[in-house]
């Protein structure tokens, strides 16, 4: 298989956080989800909170909209020991002497997991400018908050905070000062921070600094709704890579186009980044000399993507079936949160008048029962809002329970039979 390609395949799924300003790159617009993204990145001292499950397309999302409009940026992956000194030393060049090009180029093209931007902090006089290494340590090491807000709102740019669910509590409350200094001593129309996160990341924040109000706002990304969206995601890269498929080949039969619509639903569900792998695995499979991706291949690579994913949620079914087997109202909730879309951000206060009849608090504790499971994610100023922390995880148990033949693979790792059925529908 020829190296090229693979190059063509990655440009197209790239499993990379993804630029889909890029021609060659797969891109499905989310209509009204980047409408209110954008309206709230150009209001002047607001931050951006964006959370949902890992893969749900929050980075992309980002990327694409901050590129799209030629807005400079850095980001800075957080990660589980990092604390404030560590963020800056990620956050501040050391080359504070050269000219705005050590930043991310407004617009530039963008390459690899992170832009190369850093934000330049003045380290003395004129003369003492110099990639110093002395000089920049003792810069970070004294870098205050005041420190980089001053810097972010005189360079007029984002910065974007990447898996800020890693963060720990002394570095939020660091990151939610920076937010309260940029809105009242350092302004600027686009100096603000946007934080990613796939767990309770504007809970956290919020918890930090309550006053933030609606200087801070929260947008919680959902995965895809429809199989319908799922398919379409597909398609384009098909068409983008110049192979036709069962919505096109004039070989396919009736129905081709709804089987594999079906099969790639019940393989990644409306999971962004695992219908960007299940797009790379089909392509692979079919190499560059076949004229288009037949209803057999795709069948193949979701049925690989299935077993992957069976193997590797194995053990945790056995943990959520105790768990319904002791509180039939946790099974309740999951199957409310089932019929009303696994992948979807939901509101605790709908799931406790959709379940009123076991009463709210019962109900309450029964979500707080699936949070314990790792199962559920509460976030929001009150822990409103709701969604699962691993679709993926939650939709191989779906499948896996909708299908007898698959039901009695999976309760072969039980003790006893699962007590409860989710159904799965594809039109």
């Not at 924040?205 to 706002?217: F, H, I, Q």
């Not at 069976?310 to 089932?338: C, D, M, T, W």
Request: glycine residues 8%.
């Amino acid at each position: 298989m020829g190296q090229h390609w693979m190059q063509r395949v990655s440009d197209v799924f790239d499993t990379n956080p993804r630029n889909g300003n890029r021609e060659a790159t797969v891109w499905l617009t989310r209509g009204q989800l980047e409408r209110d993204l954008e309206a709230d990145l150009f209001v002047r001292g607001r931050h951006v909170c964006l959370d949902g499950c890992s893969g749900a397309g929050k980075s992309s999302l980002v990327i694409t909209t901050l590129l799209r409009h030629q807005i400079p940026y850095t980001t800075v992956q957080v990660t589980r020991k990092m604390d404030w000194e560590v963020l800056c030393r990620q956050l501040i060049s050391k080359t504070p002497g050269r000219s705005r090009e050590v930043r991310a180029t407004a617009g530039g093209e963008w390459r690899g997991l992170f832009p190369t931007g850093k934000l330049e902090v003045s380290f003395g006089k004129k003369e003492d400018e110099k990639s110093d290494h002395e000089l920049w340590e003792k810069v970070v090491k004294s870098a205050t908050e005041h420190t980089i807000a001053a810097a972010i709102a005189e360079q007029n740019c984002v910065v974007l905070l990447d898996e800020f669910e890693r963060a720990q509590p002394d570095l939020a409350n660091s990151v939610s000062e920076v937010c309260k200094i940029l809105t009242q001593s350092f302004t600027s129309s686009m100096g603000k921070l946007v934080i990613l996160g796939a767990d309770d990341v504007y809970k956290k924040l919020y918890d930090a600094y309550s006053t933030l109000d609606n200087r801070l706002v929260q947008h919680s990304i959902p995965t895809l709704p429809t199989p319908q969206e799922s398919w379409a995601y597909l398609r384009q890269g098909f068409r983008k890579l110049q192979k036709f498929h069962p919505g096109t080949s004039k070989y396919a039969h009736d129905g081709d186009e709804k089987k594999a619509m079906q099969a790639v639903y019940l393989a990644a569900d409306g999971l962004l980044k695992s219908l960007t792998e299940l797009g790379v695995e089909i392509c692979k499979s079919v190499g560059p000399d076949s004229r288009g991706v037949s209803l057999a291949a795709i069948e193949k690579a979701c049925s690989a993507f299935d077993a992957k994913n069976f193997g590797k949620y194995r053990a945790k079914f056995s943990e959520l079936h105790r768990l319904a087997e002791q509180n039939p109202v946790a099974a309740a909730v999951l199957l409310h949160i089932n019929n009303h879309g696994l992948g979807q951000i939901h509101d605790k206060g709908i799931i406790e008048e959709g379940l009123a009849q076991y009463g709210r608090s019962q109900v309450e504790d029964a979500i707080l029962a699936l949070w314990k499971q790792d199962f559920l994610v509460m976030t929001g100023e009150s822990n409103q809002k709701i969604f699962l922390k691993n679709p993926s995880w939650a939709h191989t148990l779906r499948v896996y329970l909708s299908d007898p033949t698959k039901r009695k693979r999976l309760e072969a790792y039980l003790e006893m039979p699962f007590q409860m059925t989710l159904g799965i529908g594809v039109d």
